[in-house]
Structures are given as C-alpha cells and as structure tokens.
C-alpha cells in the first residue's frame, strides 16, 4: 500500500521560511518523479515544483529563486525549502508521486498559512 505522508507546514510570517518533508513508503521511490503541488481556498491545485529520479527540478514561475526541492532516495523523502514565503504562498501544500508507467499518487496535504 502507497503512503505519502506530508509534514512541516504552519503559520509564519511573511518573508519567512519553512520547510516542507514527505515520506513515501510501498513504492520504489528512488524511480519515481516526485512533485509538491499547491490549492489554496477557490483555486485549482498547481504545480509547485518536480525533481526526477535523476534530480532534474522544474518549478513554477512564481515560487522560482524562494523554493527548493530536493529528494533522498536512501530515505525516501522530498523536501521542499521555502523561503520567502508570501501570503500568496498560503495553500494546502500536496506531495506526489508519479510511476514511469503514470500512476500517480497523492498525499493528505499540509496547511501552509503565510501572514502579511
């Protein structure tokens, strides 16, 4: 059974940072494209950033120069580094896992809230 499981999101002000961290288990991580996406309250979810399984990272415009993703696939983890943070950033913050095959998975999410 796939799990993903987010952790690390909050109330911070703006200008501040946090870090996001997702934990993956019952797939083989290590070749799977790994993603952050983002839906805040009325909005479609978004792409925030992907790192491939050769670390090749796409992000979206509005969140490239303040965020970093990363990946440890010894620990099957992806991270995502904020910092910068804007109250635009305020969103439930999604990981997800995508197959070579495109089965995709999700996570439960994680409440990001940036204060002005």
């Known amino acids: 059974q796939v799990h993903l499981v987010e952790s690390g999101g909050g109330l911070v002000q703006a200008g501040g940072s946090l870090r996001l961290s997702c934990a993956a288990s019952?797939?083989?991580?290590?070749?799977?494209?790994m993603g952050w996406y983002r839906q805040a309250p009325g909005k479609q979810r978004e792409l925030v950033a992907t790192i491939t399984s050769g670390s090749i990272t796409n992000y979206a415009d509005s969140v490239k120069g303040r965020f970093t993703i990363s990946r440890d696939n010894a620990k099957n983890t992806v991270d995502l580094q904020m910092n910068s943070l804007k109250p635009e950033d305020s969103a439930v913050y999604y990981c997800?896992?995508?197959?070579?095959?495109?089965?995709?998975?999700w996570g439960q999410g994680t409440q990001v809230t940036v204060s002005s």
């Open positions: 997800r896992a995508r197959s070579p095959s495109y089965r995709v998975y």
């Open positions: 019952g797939i083989t991580f290590s070749i799977f494209l």
